[in-house]
């Protein structure tokens, strides 16, 4: 029995070392939760439960529910599996780069043994160029199998290389709904199915920062040998949050589907220009239109250009928009947006005037409709009609 509970937040390490270990733990209720799905799947006895990042060891917590199974915790960081040895005697601790010589022998599991990978692999907002500078500093050795330019698909390569039966873990909503990702991961999903799953906001990690959340899904996924997910399933896929609201990739029709997102690399950009496009979370960082050429600006094809303008005018209510959606592409009814193009483009080109000079204050009645056709794509279609009342567990750990 753990003499104390363990931290939520790896105290031993400042605010740059977490984000370079991606050194964020689980909040107690989602490994409870992870342990229910455990229960309702038999997964109580004679399994190896293995968190092969495993922190201050938050998923040792199932160790007490669970003492028939066999715990192992693994961690690069050696105080955090110090501090395991110290709460959970029983788990039996290794300090290993979990992304290489990845096997199920360097943790001393045989072949035989129904393996359960538990945890939340080490990742960090790959979208943040803060983040995304310290990272290239600190690329660990992997094995080519499992080599991504990310910890965290690259975890899950890890997972899928030990032939682990089962896998509940946490990981960014962006490995599974952004195709890059999906398909960086490929082995992994194409050989896993998920069968439960909740998503919550990354700002319910402690110690994070309290300015851009992104969505997380807790997920526990079953393996089917080469009968796992496709991306198709995951675009039909409803998933619920935290909160007891339900979201699809497949409800919405995509900005994106009509405009070019990133700059040309054959030709210099000329005439309109506007910021590189990638997500609605990325959107809340960046510019729209731009006055001047820099290295991520694209050029608008004028044809397009009311496209962007609605791009622009969507940044405006970014407040509107939960969490759950951050990593979508930004979201458009065609139809209405059909009936209001011109409103749409007079209050954009009235906000800049350093790139379209200066335009006539657009009507009461444009911003109005502007507002309506905005708010309504986003709340008509986040609160669709899959949505729950029930809210799924309020309340702290
Ligand atoms: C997001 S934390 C999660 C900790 C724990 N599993 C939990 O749920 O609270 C990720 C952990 O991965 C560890 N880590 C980072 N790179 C690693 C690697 N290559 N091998 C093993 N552990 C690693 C970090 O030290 C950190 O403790």
């Known amino acids: 029995m753990p003499t104390r509970v363990p931290s939520q937040c790896p105290v031993h390490l400042n605010a740059q070392e977490r984000i370079l270990q991606g050194s964020f733990y689980t909040p107690t209720k989602y490994v409870r939760l992870v342990g229910e799905w455990l229960r309702e799947h038999g997964l109580t006895r004679d399994c190896v439960i293995l968190d092969p990042s495993c922190g201050y060891g938050a998923f040792f917590d199932l160790a007490t529910q669970f003492p028939e199974n ?19 005697p029983k788990v039996v601790t290794f300090r290993k780069n979990a992304l290489a010589g990845v096997s199920r022998k360097m943790y001393d599991i045989s072949t035989e043994e129904t393996l359960v990978v538990v945890g939340n692999p080490p990742y960090n907002d790959t979208t ?48 599974l709904i952004k195709r890059a990702n999906f398909q960086a991961a490929k082995p992994f999903f194409a050989n896993y199915r998920l069968l439960h799953h909740v998503v919550f906001s990354s700002q319910e990690f402690a110690g994070t920062s309290k300015a851009a959340g992104f969505p997380v899904i807790v997920g526990f996924y079953e393996r089917h040998l080469d009968h796992g997910l496709g991306y ?41 220009l506007f910021y590189t496009l ?31 303008c609605y791009i622009d005018c969507f940044k405006d209510y970014l407040d509107e928009v939960p969490y759950y959606l ?32 200066p335009r006539k204050h657009p009507s009461a009645k444009a911003f109005q409709t502007v507002k309506k056709l905005i708010l ?22």
């Not at 309504?376 to 750990?397: P, Q």
């Open 128 to 175: 943040s160029q803060y983040q995304g500078k310290l990272k290239q500093t600190t690329k660990p050795l992997m094995d080519a199998d499992v080599k991504s330019r990310d910890l965290g698909l690259s975890s899950l390569l890890a997972y899928t290389k030990l032939r682990a039966d089962y896998v509940a873990i946490l990981h960014p909503l962006a490995y």
């Open 278 to 308: 990638r997500d609605i979370n990325a959107l809340r960082r960046s510019r729209t239109f731009l006055d001047k050429p820099t290295a991520n600006a694209l050029q608008v094809a004028p044809e397009q250009l009311p496209y962007y």
């Open 326 to 357: 951050g990593n979508f592409d930004i979201p458009i009814d065609l139809e209405q947006f059909a009936t209001c193009q011109d409103a749409v483009v007079a209050v954009s080109q009235w906000k800049h005037p350093e790139v379209f000079g």
């Open 70 to 88: 066999r715990f192992i915790g693994n961690d690069i960081d050696e105080e955090a599996v110090s501090q395991v040895a110290s709460h959970f």
């Open 232 to 272: 198709d399933d995951v675009r039909q896929m409803t998933f619920m949050t935290a909160e007891g609201k339900s979201f699809s990739l497949g409800q919405f029709r995509y900005v994106s589907e009509f405009i070019r997102k990133y700059p040309s690399r054959s030709n210099a950009p000329t005439g309109i």
């Open 376 to 397: 309504s794509t986003i709340s008509r279609k986040a609160n669709g009609t899959n949505e729950t009342s029930a809210t799924w567990f309020v309340g702290g750990d």
